[in-house]
């Protein structure tokens, strides 16, 4: 079993569509990160979570420590929404447990 | 520069023959981390230094494989004697510090690296 699991694997929506991916972990973690990977392969942060709620123009991030999950939510999905999405754990010390990654196709 | 620099972005290199992967990271950023995606694959921890110091190398998948940092700027990975299983693409990171909460870390672009 996976430190840092990711469902859905594949997830393809519609444009305008309210879209979820969720994300369990089993360790103690310090920060959990949502980072978009884009298909050229960059890796950009969206978010770093230790608790509660971030949110960012339409996406929004939350983490309940007790539960160990977490999940992104994007509103009003876009075809340039369409990547990877992978959640990454701080465990221990500084290295970066990281989920398989969410491919998300958003079709217009 | 403004974000994190790697070089080569692309990199065809022989089976057998040893590669260094080059990166530069945000400066004033003390930490600095190495990862590996293979086609298909998930990113692997291979690698992070805090400082000049590597506190966590147990990533690095093989003895051919090893990194340096300089300078508290500019790392080096280098894969000697490359094999076709390593090839992928090698992505550097950094940030202010290692492992605080509130420590947004930024990724480079990645070098391609294929090994024929």
């Known amino acids: 079993k996976n430190e840092v699991e990711q469902s859905p694997q594949n997830l393809t929506a519609q444009e305008g569509e309210f879209i979820t991916i969720n994300c369990s972990y089993s360790v103690g973690i310090s920060a959990l990160h949502w980072l978009q990977q884009h298909p050229g392969g960059g890796i950009v942060s969206l978010f770093m979570l230790s608790s509660g709620k971030k949110k960012h123009g339409r996406l929004i991030a939350t983490i309940n420590i007790q539960e160990k999950h977490s999940s992104l939510h994007i509103t009003a999905s876009h075809p340039r929404d369409s990547a990877v999405y992978i959640c990454a754990a701080h465990t221990s010390g500084s290295r970066l447990t990281f989920g398989e990654g969410t491919q998300l196709t958003v079709n217009p | 520069g403004a974000g994190v620099s790697q070089s080569p972005s692309n990199k065809v290199t022989e089976k057998g023959k040893d590669v260094e992967l080059r990166c530069d990271p945000i400066?004033?950023?003390?930490?600095l981390y190495w990862y590996r995606q293979r086609l298909g694959q998930g990113l692997e921890f291979l690698i992070y230094?805090?400082?000049?110091?590597?506190?966590?190398k147990s990533g690095l998948p093989s003895d051919r494989f090893s990194a340096e940092r300089t300078g508290e700027s500019v790392s080096t990975l280098t894969i000697q004697r490359t094999q076709q299983e390593d090839s992928a693409v090698y992505l550097c990171?950094?940030?202010?510090?290692?492992?605080?909460?509130?420590?947004?870390?930024?990724f480079g672009e990645g070098s391609w690296l294929t090994v024929v």
């Open positions: 230094f805090q400082g000049n110091s590597a506190p966590d």
């Open positions: 400066s004033g950023h003390t930490a």
């Open positions: 990171a950094s940030s202010l510090v290692a492992g605080l909460t509130g420590n947004t870390i930024y």
